[in-house]
């Protein structure tokens, strides 16, 4: 019997290096959707970030449909030794593993908010190709709705867990709005520039200092600032609120002595200093001045593993909130099971053609023989009336039909349009 | 006065449930900041509330002649309390990050009102000390109180934040409070409003007291706390502009200057509402 899978490879498995070589994007991707049809995969989904290359589907067998998978990536990447990091869910598992991804659990920085957005487009292109039925199109309906409960319901989403977007967070906390703000570089470096970004991102004017105006240049025009004379230091000091330094000076740079100038001159006005440097630029005394505020790179990265941890916190609170969605998507899936619904329908005509047999014999008088006869009838009417109907759901074995089935048939009580199923009395035969 | 009692009692109630919900909101331990801002709307919606049974309390109060008659001070404290959370409401209008502040700001509408009830039976303002001048040194006292009130709040936000972000302790509260510079400037502002208010206040009352009393004793210390308050929010607005003294000690003289206007209150209360 059919069944939901999900086979690929992400980054618990995969090294970037084959993730990268995997991954499927644009005309590839539509070829690939297009070739799903007509093999082992009824419907299909491929999911295709840097963390993941991913294959949602509804296959008649999860076996095939994961040995499929695996001959479509062989043929992208002969090289890659695609069996060693090819992994298989189905069924429970599977439903389990698209609402973890879709809510960030999975991914490799737990809550960031990317991968909703990357399924969203997964799916609208599988649509669009129309591999997609109404399996896969209630599973990821539903993937969608878990990501945005455990996004409102948790904090899964919040504190920011890189050292330049804290910086900026940090400097948003103190300041408020940044727009009218100066941001001054000091030297250059990675990690430095990004937060010079990131902070100029937001509306800040930016400067950037270098004991060499050539790299002074060069960075001020990769961060999207003005390059300053190094001599224009404490000039440009008494003018900055936010400060990042990042030089390779063995010495401080910024003392005691030539901040107590600037914070005169500039009339304690407070001063956000992020010293980026090993060793040290910022003399650790004039983080004590009055408001003057001083964060080193050990500070920040402390912040971002606080962050982490609270993110990881937050999500054993949306483990939980998956689990229960598992539950009530699997509960619907049952529901679409054919066996159940053969018996329901059988149940549900035995009924009325009963009913109907007893009303009229119980006016007559009718021997024994006669009552069985026309029994043997009431059986042979209900299996006549079904044989095409049933024909249909066994051969096709459609979610669609036996969905409609269920609905025309009122299997899950009245009224209830895409109920929560009854807990039916009719026998659920589940496929492990 | 069933009734009158009945609406203090739920008003108190409600301000108290208000007082509750906010403390909550700012202070809740590992909760994100999405859940803090559900539970600031929800405090400010029992807010809006207690202002409804505030007003209507005020209103049965003043057609009820079986109720005595509200001695000034009371007044005085009732409409400081009132005024302090309508204002509160108005500054969300504009700035709805300070939202949290309602932590600090709702604890003291709820002291204002339990005061305004107190000892009910003290008799009205006697004849003899009334005059012109009562109104106006009562009005506009009691607006630069709620002014003050407002910059407390502010201030008490701005230690706080100060602390967290020195000792670089940026979890739960340190993301609910507003940015530093919003509470600096917030609070700032306040003490503009309420400055020339307390000012025009002490003028009042000292022109007033002169001419009913006479032989009164020159400096009571009502009087006293009135100066200090004076003086501490005329260093916060003079060495801000002057010196650029700000931030923290501004907040601790704002803080100070707030306790020190609600002595006046306090002492008042004590010598049972006259002068």
Same mark, same amino acid.
Request: net charge positive; proline share 4%.
């Given at each position: 019997?059919?069944?939901?899978?999900?086979?690929?490879?992400?980054?618990?498995?995969?090294?970037?290096?084959?993730?990268?070589?995997?991954?499927?994007?644009?005309?590839?991707?539509?070829?690939?959707?297009? /070739?799903?049809?007509?093999?082992?995969?009824?419907?299909?989904?491929?999911?295709?970030?840097?963390?993941?290359?991913?294959?949602?589907?509804?296959?008649?067998?999860?076996?095939?449909?994961?040995?499929?998978?695996?001959?479509?990536?062989?043929?992208? /990447?002969?090289?890659?030794?695609?069996?060693?990091?090819?992994?298989?869910?189905?069924?429970?598992?599977?439903?389990?593993?698209?609402?973890?991804?879709?809510?960030?659990?999975?991914?490799?920085?737990?809550?960031?908010?990317?991968?909703?957005?990357?399924?969203? #487009?997964?799916?609208?292109?599988?649509?669009?190709?129309?591999?997609?039925?109404?399996?896969?199109?209630?599973?990821?309906?539903?993937?969608?709705?878990?990501?945005?409960?455990?996004?409102?319901?948790?904090? =899964?989403?919040?504190?920011?867990?890189?050292?330049?977007?804290?910086?900026?967070?940090?400097?948003?906390?103190?300041?408020?709005?940044?727009?009218?703000?100066?941001?001054?570089?000091?030297?250059?470096?990675?990690?430095?520039?990004?937060?010079?970004?990131?902070?100029?991102?937001?509306?800040?004017?930016?400067?950037?200092? !270098?004991?060499?105006?050539?790299?002074?240049?060069?960075?001020?025009?990769?961060?999207?600032? #003005?390059?300053?004379?190094?001599?224009?230091?404490?000039? #440009?000091?008494?003018?900055?609120?936010?400060?990042?330094?990042?030089?390779?000076?063995?010495?401080?740079?910024?003392?005691?002595?030539?901040?107590?100038?600037?914070?005169? /001159?500039?009339?304690?006005?407070?001063?956000?200093?992020?010293?980026?440097? %090993?060793?040290?630029?910022?003399?650790?005394?004039?983080?004590?001045?009055? !408001?003057?505020?001083?964060?080193? %790179?050990?500070?920040?990265?402390?912040?971002?593993?606080? !962050?982490?941890?609270?993110?990881?916190?937050?999500?054993?609170?949306?483990?939980? =909130?998956?689990?229960?969605?598992?539950?009530?998507?699997?509960?619907?899936?049952?529901?679409?099971?054919?066996?159940?619904?053969?018996?329901?329908?059988?149940?549900?005509?035995?009924?009325?053609?009963?009913?109907?047999?007893?009303?009229?014999?119980?006016?007559?008088?009718?021997?024994?023989?006669?009552?069985? /006869?026309?029994?043997?009838?009431?059986?042979?009417? %209900?299996?006549?009336?079904?044989?095409?109907?049933?024909?249909?759901?066994?051969?096709?074995?459609?979610?669609?039909?036996?969905?409609?089935?269920?609905?025309?048939?009122?299997?899950?009580?009245?009224?209830?349009?895409?109920?929560?199923?009854?807990?039916?009395?009719?026998?659920?035969?589940?496929?492990? | 006065?069933?009734?009158?009692?009945?609406?203090?009692?739920?008003?108190?109630?409600?301000?108290?449930?208000?007082?509750?919900?906010?403390?909550?909101?700012?202070?809740?331990?590992?909760?994100?900041?999405?859940?803090?801002?559900?539970?600031?709307?929800?405090?400010?919606?029992?807010?809006?509330?207690?202002?409804?049974?505030?007003?209507?309390?005020?209103?049965?109060?003043?057609?009820?002649?079986?109720?005595?008659?509200?001695?000034?001070?009371?007044?005085?404290?009732?409409?400081?309390?009132?005024?302090?959370?309508?204002?509160?409401?108005?500054?969300?209008?504009?700035?709805?990050?300070?939202?949290?502040?309602?932590?600090?700001?709702?604890?003291?509408?709820?002291?204002?009102?339990?005061?305004?009830?107190?000892?009910?039976?003290?008799?009205?303002?006697?004849?003899?000390?009334?005059?012109?001048?009562?109104?106006?040194?009562?009005?506009?006292?009691?607006?630069?109180?709620?002014?003050?009130?407002?910059?407390?709040?502010?201030?008490?936000?701005?230690?706080?934040?100060?602390?967290?972000?020195?000792?670089?302790?940026?979890?739960?509260?340190?993301?609910?409070? $507003?940015?530093? &510079?919003?509470?600096?400037?917030?609070?700032?502002?306040?003490?503009?409003?309420?400055?020339?208010?307390?000012?025009?206040?002490?003028?009042?009352?000292?022109?007033?007291?002169?001419?009913?009393? $006479? &032989?009164?004793? $020159?400096?009571? $210390?009502?009087?006293?706390?009135?100066?200090?308050?004076?003086?501490?929010?005329?260093?916060?607005?003079?060495?801000?502009?002057?010196?650029?003294?700000?931030?923290?000690?501004?907040?601790?003289?704002?803080?100070?200057?707030?306790?020190?206007?609600?002595?006046?209150?306090?002492?008042?209360?004590?010598?049972?509402?006259?002068?």
């Amino acid at each position: 019997m059919s069944d939901l899978c999900v086979v690929g490879v992400s980054h618990h498995t995969a090294e970037l290096a084959v993730r990268e070589r995997l991954a499927v994007e644009g005309d590839a991707l539509r070829e690939l959707l297009g /070739a799903l049809r007509g093999g082992p995969l009824r419907e299909g989904v491929v999911l295709s970030t840097c963390n993941r290359v991913e294959f949602y589907a509804h296959a008649d067998a999860v076996a095939e449909a994961e040995s499929h998978v695996r001959e479509l990536l062989l043929a992208r /990447a002969p090289d890659v030794p695609v069996g060693d990091v090819l992994y298989t869910r189905s069924g429970r598992d599977a439903v389990r593993h698209a609402f973890r991804v879709a809510s960030s659990l999975d991914s490799l920085v737990v809550g960031e908010p990317q991968i909703l957005g990357q399924i969203k #487009e997964a799916y609208d292109i599988a649509h669009r190709q129309g591999a997609v039925g109404t399996l896969l199109d209630r599973w990821f309906s539903r993937a969608f709705a878990v990501a945005k409960r455990v996004r409102s319901e948790t904090s =899964i989403a919040e504190g920011t867990v890189s050292v330049s977007s804290i910086a900026t967070a940090l400097a948003k906390k103190i300041f408020g709005e940044l727009t009218a703000r100066r941001v001054v570089l000091i030297g250059a470096g990675e990690m430095g520039e990004a937060a010079a970004k990131s902070l100029a991102g937001t509306g800040a004017s930016l400067r950037v200092i !270098n004991r060499s105006p050539e790299k002074a240049k060069a960075v001020a025009k990769a961060c999207g600032g #003005e390059a300053r004379e190094y001599e224009a230091l404490a000039s #440009e000091l008494a003018h900055a609120d936010v400060v990042i330094s990042t030089t390779a000076s063995k010495r401080p740079i910024l003392t005691e002595t030539l901040m107590k100038g600037v914070t005169r /001159a500039r009339r304690f006005k407070p001063l956000f200093l992020i010293d980026i440097a %090993v060793p040290r630029d910022v003399d650790p005394r004039v983080g004590k001045m009055s !408001n003057v505020f001083l964060y080193d %790179v050990d500070d920040l990265q402390q912040v971002a593993e606080e !962050n982490l941890a609270h993110r990881h916190k937050a999500a054993e609170a949306a483990e939980r =909130i998956v689990e229960v969605e598992v539950e009530e998507f699997e509960t619907w899936r049952r529901s679409l099971e054919l066996t159940p619904t053969i018996v329901g329908m059988r149940d549900r005509f035995s009924e009325i053609v009963h009913a109907e047999l007893e009303r009229t014999l119980g006016r007559m008088d009718v021997s024994d023989t006669d009552r069985k /006869a026309l029994e043997r009838m009431e059986r042979a009417l %209900v299996n006549k009336l079904l044989h095409q109907p049933l024909t249909a759901l066994k051969r096709d074995r459609d979610p669609a039909l036996i969905s409609a089935s269920r609905r025309l048939f009122e299997l899950d009580g009245t009224d209830e349009e895409e109920a929560q199923p009854q807990p039916s009395a009719t026998p659920v035969l589940k496929k492990g | 006065m069933a009734t009158t009692s009945m609406l203090f009692i739920a008003t108190a109630v409600l301000y108290s449930v208000t007082s509750a919900l906010y403390l909550v909101a700012l202070f809740r331990g590992t909760e994100g900041t999405t859940a803090a801002a559900r539970a600031s709307r929800s405090a400010r919606s029992v807010l809006l509330v207690s202002v409804v049974a505030h007003m209507t309390y005020l209103a049965v109060d003043r057609f009820n002649d079986a109720t005595p008659a509200m001695p000034v001070i009371h007044q005085t404290l009732t409409f400081i309390s009132l005024g302090v959370v309508v204002a509160f409401l108005i500054a969300l209008l504009r700035r709805p990050a300070i939202g949290v502040l309602g932590a600090f700001l709702s604890p003291v509408t709820l002291l204002f009102f339990l005061g305004s009830g107190l000892g009910r039976s003290v008799s009205e303002v006697s004849p003899e000390v009334r005059s012109a001048l009562l109104p106006v040194h009562v009005g506009v006292s009691l607006l630069g109180i709620v002014a003050f009130a407002l910059a407390f709040a502010a201030a008490m936000g701005y230690v706080l934040q100060e602390r967290l972000l020195r000792q670089k302790r940026l979890g739960g509260l340190f993301q609910r409070l $507003p940015p530093l &510079d919003v509470l600096d400037m917030f609070g700032f502002r306040s003490v503009s409003v309420g400055f020339p208010l307390l000012t025009l206040g002490i003028i009042t009352g000292a022109f007033w007291t002169l001419r009913i009393r $006479p &032989d009164a004793p $020159p400096l009571a $210390p009502t009087h006293v706390f009135a100066i200090v308050s004076w003086v501490l929010f005329a260093l916060v607005l003079v060495l801000r502009v002057a010196g650029g003294w700000r931030g923290r000690r501004a907040a601790f003289g704002t803080i100070l200057g707030f306790l020190s206007s609600a002595a006046v209150l306090l002492g008042y209360m004590l010598r049972g509402g006259g002068a």
